[in-house]
């Protein structure tokens, strides 16, 4: 129940495409869920995140669906772009203070130019 | 804002000896520090939590005598790697979680370490 499933493993998208990833959680306590990016030997850093009071939130090129009753949600990437080619981890956590985040295991984007 | 430092950011050491990984938030008070591993092409892997002024927290199959962990301040948490041994070379990664009352978490940039 503490599982976060993240599909695909890998993602290959051209300049300008649509980058989609996804993600679905089984514990119904879960009620924040961040997307995070990380680079080739550097840490996490926060990309966007939502709470379940809301479908869908939009920063910049980065939006997250969010569909409370299927439990899962989605990070898309509008416009992707080479300086996009990361990893791309979704996580989940329940809304207090102190609580650790359960991490999906990842989605590797390559953007070709 | 919301800037979390970690030193060093690589380091070598032989086996048998320890190595102590420093975890600042620069920018804001942390009651809650988190510690991660993460080998190469994973997923990070949640050690243990860390509370300001208490014992931490540590996830199941996680040395608590050989990862030593102290939180002595709401702006830094330290990770002792005693007695390193090769399989304990990985990336070790913090995160702290804003005290301000966001629940986001902001992670350091992360420490490679290497046992040889």
């Known amino acids: 129940q503490q599982q976060v499933k993240q599909s695909p493993q890998s993602l290959i998208v051209q300049k300008g495409g649509i980058s989609i990833i996804n993600c679905a959680y089984e514990?119904?306590?879960?009620?924040?869920f961040p997307w995070y990016q990380q680079f080739p030997g550097k840490g996490p850093a926060l990309l966007i995140a939502?709470?379940?009071?809301?479908s869908e939130k939009k920063e910049g090129r980065f939006t997250i669906s969010f569909n409370k009753s299927a439990k899962q949600f989605s990070l898309h990437i509008m416009d992707s772009q080479p300086g996009d080619s990361a990893t791309y981890f979704c996580?989940?956590?329940?809304?207090?203070?102190?609580?650790?985040?359960?991490f999906g295991k990842g989605t590797t984007l390559s953007v070709s130019s | 804002g919301a800037v979390v430092s970690q030193h060093p950011s690589r380091v070598i050491c032989k086996s048998g000896t320890s190595v102590k990984i420093e975890c600042r938030s620069l920018?804001?008070?942390?009651?809650?520090m988190f510690w991660y591993r993460q080998f190469p092409k994973q997923s990070l892997m949640l050690m243990a939590t860390?509370?300001?002024?208490?014992?931490?927290?540590?996830e199941q199959g996680v040395e608590k005598d050989k990862f030593l962990i102290n939180h002595a301040s709401l702006t830094l948490s330290t990770l002792t790697v005693t007695s390193a041994h090769p399989e304990d070379s990985s990336f070790y990664i913090c995160?702290?979680?804003?005290?301000?009352?966001?629940?986001?978490?902001?992670f350091g940039p992360g420490t490679r370490l290497t046992v040889t």
């Open positions: 995160s702290a979680a804003d005290s301000g009352g966001a629940y986001e978490q902001y």
């Open positions: 514990n119904t306590a879960f009620d924040y």
């Open positions: 939502i709470r379940p009071d809301v």
């Open positions: 996580a989940a956590s329940k809304n207090q203070a102190g609580t650790a985040l359960i």
């Open positions: 920018d804001f008070q942390a009651t809650t």
């Open positions: 860390s509370n300001e002024g208490s014992k931490a927290t540590y």
